[in-house]
């Protein structure tokens, strides 16, 4: 079962260090603060870059539709890829 995080601080480097090392799992949906306001959440990390795919908004609201249209575009991709199909 998925293990969620109280809101990690993005902008905090200790918290970017251990997530891209390994010490702490992210998973799709997580909470994520990136600077001051409205909180965002997490799609995917990419180790190799280092770099984090999140939704903003200026309400939870707008996030959590974000959020949701986010995840049904990266499952299409996941399944096209699978079929060979770009």
Known sequence: MAQFHKT?????????????????RVNRGQWVQCGKGTKSRLISVNYQSGTFNVVHGSNYQ?????????????????????????
Not at 8 to 24: F, Q, S
């Open 8 to 24: 990690l601080d993005l902008w905090n480097n200790n918290t970017v260090e251990a997530i891209l090392i390994g010490a702490i």
């Open 62 to 86: 707008e996030v959590n539709k974000r959020f949701n249209t986010a995840v049904f575009h990266a499952r299409i991709a996941a399944k096209r890829s699978q079929m060979g199909v770009f």
